[in-house]
T-cell receptor, first 118, second 118 residues
């Protein structure tokens, strides 16, 4: 089974509107972290936001917020007031903790290509 | 965020030759570095994890002798693609983190290297 599922291969949004990118995850580990990265056409991976499994509040970073629904195992990214520069691939990723060791592998979803229309 | 520099950004090499890609953490000591491979319009696939001063841990299906990883210092890891073939053409991207154990630190990514083997 896939550990990270992003069901939207592509999304379109009008400039200045909000958009939600879906991400569901699968893990039996009680300790885990969820990440969102942006990958523009240049290829670099830009860290956007992080949510820890024990965090009580949803993470927010500027125009980015993470809608964390633990029971449903979903961690959707919400981008408010979309800008043309937001057009890119967006990846959801998970790191599963393991007994305090140095394991830090990130498992990535397949990504969602977001296009912001003027 | 912390800066990870990857070099070169693009490389074209002849089939049968070897190519070295460097990943440097510029403003922090990277205890762990990760090497990923990304096919066009696909997700990132972890190839190996390297800790400074020790042998890299390769993911299942990744040829150790083909993809040589060296993490000789806390700021530099190298990936050498030996005897490259056209099927090795891909986007390779590294990431680095600091700290030991389970820590809520995101991994910072380099800019990536697009390798084309002709």
């Amino acid at each position: 089974a896939q550990k990270i599922t992003q069901t939207q291969p592509g999304m379109f949004v009008q400039e200045k509107e909000a958009v939600t990118l879906d991400c569901t995850y699968d893990t039996s580990d009680p300790s885990y972290g969820l990440f969102w990265y942006k990958q523009p056409s240049s290829g670099e991976m830009i860290f956007l936001i992080y949510q820890g499994s024990y965090d009580q509040q949803n993470a927010t970073e500027g125009r980015y917020s993470l809608n964390f629904q633990k029971a449903r195992k979903s961690a959707n990214l919400v981008i408010s007031a979309s800008q043309l520069g937001d057009s890119a691939m967006y990846f959801c990723a998970m790191r599963e903790g393991s007994s305090g060791g140095s394991n830090y592998k990130l498992t990535f979803g397949k990504g969602t290509l977001l296009t912001v229309n003027p | 965020g912390a800066v990870v520099s990857q070099h070169p950004s693009r490389v074209i090499c002849k089939s049968g030759t070897s190519v070295k890609i460097e990943c440097r953490s510029l403003d922090f000591q990277a205890t762990t570095m990760f090497w990923y491979r990304q096919f066009p319009k696909k997700s990132l696939m972890l190839m190996a994890t390297s800790n400074e001063g020790s042998k890299a841990t390769y993911e299942q299906g990744v040829e150790k002798d083909k993809f040589l990883i060296n993490h000789a210092s806390l700021t530099l890891s190298t990936l050498t693609v030996t005897s490259a073939h056209p099927e090795d053409s891909s986007f390779y991207i590294c990431s680095a983190r600091w700290g030991q154990g389970y820590a809520n630190t995101e991994a910072f990514f380099g800019q990536g290297t697009r390798l084309t083997v002709v």
